[in-house]
């Protein structure tokens, strides 16, 4: 069936440094890449997305990457900041619809001051 | 404005019981899905409806059922709990099935079967 897989689990960052996470999915027909972010108690917060007539998407420190022949995305953050450590989810729409959404495994992701 | 909003938060509920949970999507908002958050299985879809009519359907046994109404609020019901229901259940919405905003995630209701 189809799969999402997300790389690191968790990744622990200095203050200020790039955080990369990287996702792989499985389905030919996925044509929408929202991420998420996670914080305990709250339900995901989406960050950014990426449908798949695009291969590159950034919005202030966040940015998104698609390669589609490789079934690649991956969502890059710089200067990274406290605020930032969260669980963050990457998703690939199922058959082309964007409310159904098949989530990788979440990445845990600590800044440390 | 209001986001989603998921009724109740928290629920605790004995085996075989059922269970209704609640969701009014963002006004204006027309799709809803809903999912299920578990440490092992991660978030999982459920149910997807657009206009109270059910899109799509995800791989859970048929004690789950959902509804949308006209005012597009949401409803799902689980029958005949058992201890592996136990999980948060979030539902989001959003403008169209495929629109330029993503889904809005609510903060989910914590269902614990005992």
């Known amino acids: 069936g189809e799969n999402v897989e997300q790389h690191p689990s968790t990744l622990s960052v200095q203050e200020g440094d790039s955080a990369v996470i990287k996702c792989t999915y499985s389905?030919?027909?996925?044509?929408?890449f929202p991420w998420y972010k996670q914080e305990l108690g709250k339900g995901p917060q989406l960050i950014i997305d990426?449908?798949?007539?695009?291969g590159e998407k950034k919005d202030q420190r966040i940015a998104v990457t698609l390669n589609k022949t490789a079934k690649h995305f991956s969502l890059h953050i710089t200067e990274t900041q406290p605020e930032d450590s969260a669980v963050y989810f990457c998703?690939?729409?199922?058959?082309?619809?964007?409310?159904?959404?098949?989530f990788g495994k979440g990445t845990k992701l600590s800044v440390k001051p | 404005k209001a986001g989603v909003t998921q009724t109740p938060r928290y629920l605790i509920k004995t085996r075989g019981q059922q269970v209704t949970l609640s969701c009014s999507p963002i006004?204006?908002?027309?799709?809803v899905s809903w999912y299920q958050q578990t440490p092992g299985q991660g978030l999982q879809f459920l149910f997807e409806?657009?206009?109270?009519?059910?899109?799509n359907k995800g791989n859970f046994p048929g004690r789950f059922s959902g509804r949308q109404f006209s005012n597009s609020r949401s409803e799902m019901n689980v029958s005949t709990l058992e201890l592996g229901d136990s999980a948060l259940y979030l539902c989001?919405?959003?403008?169209?099935?495929?629109?330029?905003?993503?889904?809005?995630f609510g903060s989910g209701t914590r269902l614990t079967v005992v």
């Open positions: 998703a690939a729409s199922i058959g082309g619809s964007q409310g159904n959404l098949i």
């Open positions: 006004s204006g908002h027309r799709s």
């Open positions: 989001a919405s959003s403008l169209a099935v495929s629109s330029n905003y993503g889904y809005t």
């Open positions: 409806y657009f206009s109270e009519t059910q899109r």
């Open positions: 990426i449908r798949s007539n695009v």
């Open positions: 389905d030919s027909a996925s044509n929408y």
